[in-house]
């Protein structure tokens, strides 16, 4: 599958991701390319395969309700680009 | 000092040979003196090396040591490192200082090891050359024109150079062996769940799988004693009792069934890498294995699917790069779209982005059931293939990559070209099954791997299959020169 | 004119009384300051991964056993992927293609004594999401991810509500089971329990659905009947002036009685879902079910059945008094310690002590009257010390703090007079001044005398200031009277 530049740009949109104009060509090429190695995929036929989501047949494990974490509000905010109050900033958001 | 292994380091501080401060100042020397040329460390971390190494001496005169106490270690900056700069070579995470330690990292801390600093890498672990680095690509210490592998590049080639004994690694299509066979050195992928995910920064959470990289067998497996083994933190980590790999080498391989997947020697191969295996696997008949022609039908689909099924994990591993909470933030955004477009537009690469792109394609809506579902499917297929094969055999050989190191930039521009440099590495991520690269000759002056895959948890017999041949040769002993 | 139907459905989103979070250690205390309760792992730092919480699991299964539904014996959590800053990994974890519970059903009591029985489509287990806090910090929006990672059971139902009171009767009842069963502690003002109305309107008998309109975040009862009064209203006048209602989300604004169109978090929401490969499939086993089952608590419908069977409750006491746990607990403590007539202390309960409740907005958890104190007062009714009419007295005093029934009584001196001696002075003493009264009385027809012997009631009651026991009055009065 062929991925044209508005493709590109609506993915882009979607991972939340700025390219450069100039670059869209490039991306929407090697995009097409990655897309058409993957569609080797679709001439097997997989039906009546269950899907394998991991490698383990494992089932989840379940941890005790007890509270273990202490507060390490300072730590964790020490390298973080923008603190006040404690509280992280973000641009203003509209709802 | 550099020239011994892991295994000999530990018995000669043990016998008091000399301590773990000479050793760790000789290592650090060593990087001062060659990382240059290389760039195989982002981050030297000396001062907290020498601590921890004097830390080590006190510990052994106080007779606390453990085999590892006191051996120098880098690790691949993947690994949240406490204090220190965890980059995953990303711009993404230049700023990010991680707040904790990884299991693994915590493991080795315990068990007495000295952190060199951090290794370079492929940027969040995506690629095969260590080009995508945003610190700079890493130099094969065997041609410095050309690519040590990846994405642990950096460790591979430290470790290749005798710049640490040791180094940590991860892997999620090839990114411990590949690396390892292209710079000659001895690395372990092990099975998934074996060793915690936890405090790794997470590419594809369903492949990704931490191991070590060292100059041989032997000291994979004291490393892999130590790192592996249940962790409550990781939901995906096997509650099952960790064997002492290093107790379990020895024992004859008479008897041993080794399997030759048919697919793993046909085109694409380069011929000098595949005269090399022949002669590994002429090296094991010797020491009383039978060989046994396999099949594993599905090798073909293995990159497509794999190219699905990580980048779909990895697009939503990497949505928390936002420039919220830690990280690169873009200069002076003016909305919130803006701050996360931009933030992640300049904070990762372009292999990155196109990963990503690649990913949330394949969830969105209307193409969900043609790509990641079908993928899954096919995943299923590629692991019965390994089911199967473990019916006959005991383990599985081949070569771990197509070729020897190829040169920077070869590949640069062409990811399809770049993924298939994993083609024989990437069915056993897919399978969970554990993987090894040893080094067993050169192709063109460069390092050549033979790939060992086993059965799930086979580890000890993985590594004492890797061990006994590499008793029989001295492949492992080479060194680069100028080094 | 055209005749409409409206049709409903709800989802419901219940914070789980845990006191962790449902993938991390963090505590999950309503009102900490700021980011004091998120974790590494709440705060999706990189490299962190979630474990499951036991009793988020056990909680959702006790809901799935309390509507009789369905148990998704195996269930997958999955990522819902889009970015907002309140959701620090970038996707939501929950579960959408395997809940945890899946088909089930509730019954519902309408305005006209009917039952009504509704749908339930699945219930699934999620994380919460943090906060955004608009104050204005230099133009920018703060955000508190105390409450990210808080576990969530999102309960869904079929479209089978017809009406704004139907809905609000339903979101009561899921109250009252969230409440009954102790998941959770249906806090609306600290958004434990959130409720999000579909609404959409159809011509009568049309088959059908309209397209709906979802409308967020209600978190009172009655702000569901008024936001879908509204919205029904909007939707008929859409369509009769000829326009078309539009899929959206909409807010409601409670000071202004309206709903207003919303932004969407991601206009395309194409959420991308796909199994989280960080967790593993939640395995269930029958002997959990049984387990729980065994240990479900005494359940609205059975409570109510039991009152009006074991206590001759009329069927609206019953319904009034189950209405909440804390509710029929307080009546059932309050009849078991004042060893009173059931429907005494239902009058109480629901007449006095509800009047006040509602006229300090006070739940009955924060009654200043306990029910053992209730009990007190009843019981002092019960054996003749006060009066029904003084016992209003004594509450009020009880209400404000002045002590329990018995030192009110005391202090005040409001003891009923049992003393027939003194019962007797008092009465002589009316017959004596009340000459007149008297013998109008003995010349009246027999049938007139019932009402006149009030009169005399009363002055009696007016000397003795309400403490002359009544049945004794009336019982001297009319041998004297009479004779």
């Not at chain 3, 989280?276 to 359940?299: W, Y």
Request: hydrophobic share 40%; net charge negative; charged share 25%.
């Amino acid at each position: 599958m062929a991925l044209n530049k508005d493709d590109v740009q609506n993915i882009a949109h979607l991972a939340r991701l700025a390219i450069d104009e100039a670059d869209i060509p490039a991306y929407a090429q090697n995009l097409s390319n990655i897309l058409a190695l993957v569609e080797q995929m679709s001439a097997v036929d997989t039906s009546g395969v269950a899907p394998m989501a991991h490698p383990l047949e494992m089932a989840q494990r379940l941890r005790e309700d007890v509270v273990s974490e202490e507060n390490l509000r300072e730590h964790f905010q020490q390298h973080a680009p923008a603190v006040e109050n404690g509280l992280y900033l973000v641009p203003k958001v509209i709802e | 000092m550099h020239t011994k292994t892991l295994a000999e380091l530990s018995a000669g501080l043990a016998a008091g040979e000399f301590t773990s401060v000479e050793l760790t100042e000789h290592f650090l020397a060593r990087i001062r003196q060659h990382d240059g040329r290389l760039n195989s460390f982002i981050t030297v971390t000396e001062e907290q090396a020498l601590a921890q190494a004097r830390e080590a001496d006190a510990r052994r005169a106080a007779a606390q040591a453990g085999p590892l106490t006191g051996i120098p270690i880098a690790h691949k900056d993947i690994f949240c490192t406490d204090g220190v700069r965890t980059s995953c070579a990303s711009k993404m995470l230049d700023p990010f200082i991680a707040p904790y330690d990884a299991t693994v990292v915590a493991r080795f801390l315990q068990a007495g090891m000295v952190m060199l600093g951090k290794t370079n890498m492929d940027e969040f672990a995506m690629g095969s050359s260590n080009e995508t680095s945003f610190y700079g690509p890493v130099k094969n210490p065997w041609d410095l024109a050309c690519v040590p592998g990846g994405s642990s590049g950096g460790s591979a080639a430290s470790v290749a150079a005798r710049l640490t004994p040791a180094a940590t690694g991860t892997d999620t299509g090839g990114s411990i062996r590949q690396p390892a066979a292209l710079c000659g050195i001895t690395g372990l992928k092990p099975t998934y769940g074996r060793v915690s995910r936890y405090g790794m920064i997470a590419f594809a959470s369903s492949l990704d799988q931490a191991g070590p990289m060292a100059a041989t067998a032997e000291d994979c497996a004291l490393l892999l004693g130590a790192m592996a083994g249940f962790d409550e933190r990781d939901s995906t980590c096997a509650e099952r009792e960790v064997p002492d790999y290093h107790a379990a080498l020895g024992g004859d391989l008479k008897g041993l069934r080794i399997g030759l997947p048919r697919e793993y020697f046909g085109e694409g191969l380069d011929s000098q890498v595949a005269a090399a295996v022949e002669t590994a696997i002429a090296e094991y008949k010797k020491l009383g294995a039978e060989v046994v022609a396999i099949s594993l039908p599905n090798t073909h689909l293995a990159v497509p699917t794999y190219y699905v099924v990580a980048p779909a994990e990895c697009s939503s591993n990497l949505s928390r790069m936002d420039g919220v909470r830690f990280g690169y933030r873009c200069e002076n955004p003016k909305d919130l779209e803006d701050l996360y477009k931009r933030s992640r537009g300049e904070g990762f690469g372009s292999e990155v982005k196109r990963r990503i792109m690649v990913g949330a394609y394949a969830l969105s809506s209307g193409y969900y059931d043609a790509y990641y579902l079908k993928a899954q499917k096919i995943r299923q297929l590629i692991s019965q293939d390994f089911t199967e094969a473990f019916k006959q055999v005991d383990v599985i050989m081949g070569p771990t990559a197509p070729s020897a190191a190829f040169r920077l930039g070869e590949k640069k521009d062409d990811p399809v070209a770049m993924y298939l440099a994993d083609i024989y590495t990437i069915a056993v991520n897919l399978a969970g099954l554990p993987g090894m690269s040893v080094p067993c000759g050169f192709a063109d002056g460069l390092p050549v791997g033979l790939q060992l895959i086993g059965n799930y948890f086979d580890e000890a017999r993985l590594l004492n299959v890797a061990h006994q041949y590499q008793l029989a040769t001295d492949w492992h002993r080479r060194l680069p020169e100028g080094f | 004119m055209m005749e409409w139907e409206t049709v409903i459905g709800c989802e419901i989103h219940t914070q789980l009384a845990t006191k962790s979070k449902i993938f991390s250690g963090a505590a999950t205390a309503y009102g900490a300051e700021p980011n004091t309760q998120a974790c590494a792992v709440d705060l999706g730092l990189p490299g962190v991964l979630p474990v499951l919480n036991k009793e988020a699991v056990r909680m959702a299964l006790m809901f799935g056993l309390a509507v009789n539904a369905e148990i998704g014996k195996r269930s997958v959590f999955a990522r819902k992927n889009y970015f907002y800053p309140d959701l620090p990994k970038g996707y939501q974890i929950s579960q959408f293609e395997l809940p945890i519970v899946g088909k089930g059903e509730l019954s519902i009591e309408l305005e006209d004594g009917q039952t009504k029985v509704v749908g339930i489509t699945r219930a699934h287990l999620e994380e919460d999401a943090g906060k955004s806090l608009h104050e204005d910090f230099h133009g920018m929006t703060g955000i508190d991810l105390n409450r990210a990672g808080t576990p969530l059971l999102e309960i869904v139902s079929d479209p089978d509500m017809r009406s704004g009171k139907e809905a609000s009767a339903y979101m009561r009842k899921i109250h009252a089971l969230v409440t009954y069963l102790g998941i959770c502690d249906g806090n609306l003002q600290e958004g434990s329990f959130r409720c999000d109305v579909n609404v959409s309107v159809r011509p009568k008998g049309q088959a059908e659905f309209g397209t709906r309109a979802e409308i967020k975040n209600l978190n009172s009862f009655r702000f569901v009947e008024k936001a879908v009064e509204y919205e029904v209203a909007r939707q008929i006048a859409i369509i009769e002036s000829g326009g078309k209602v539009i899929q959206e989300t909409r807010l409601f604004d409670a000071d202004k009685g309206e709903t207003r169109s919303m932004r969407s978090k991601e206009e395309a929401n194409d959420y991308r879902y796909f199994p989280d490969p960080d967790l593993l499939p939640v395995i269930v086993e029958d002997a959990l079910i049984e387990q729980l089952r065994q240990g479900l608590p005494e359940l609205p419908d059975a409570k109510k059945a039991r009152f009006i069977e074991a206590f001759g409750l009329p069927a609206y006491d019953a319904a009034f008094l189950t209405g909440s746990r804390a509710m029929a607990d307080y009546f059932e403590q309050v009849v078991e310690s004042a060893n009173c007539e059931a429907k005494m202390a239902a009058n109480w309960v629901m007449g006095e002590l509800s009047a006040a409740l509602n006229r300090a907005e006070l739940g009955i958890e924060q009654s200043p009257i306990g029910a053992s104190q209730l009990a007190g007062l009843i019981a002092r009714i019960a054996d003749n010390t006060i009066s029904g009419k003084i016992a209003k007295e004594v509450f009020e005093a009880m209400w404000s703090g002045e002590g329990d029934a018995d030192q009110v009584i005391e202090k005040k001196g409001l003891k009923q007079i049992t003393d027939s001696g003194a019962i007797e002075a008092i009465v002589d003493e009316v017959l004596a001044n009340n000459a007149q009264q008297v013998e109008n009385y003995r010349n009246a027809e027999p049938d007139k005398r019932g009402k006149m012997i009030g009169f005399f009631v009363g002055q009696i009651m007016k000397a003795s200031q309400g403490k002359a026991n009544p049945g004794q009055v009336n019982q001297l009065l009319k041998s004297k009277l009479d004779n």
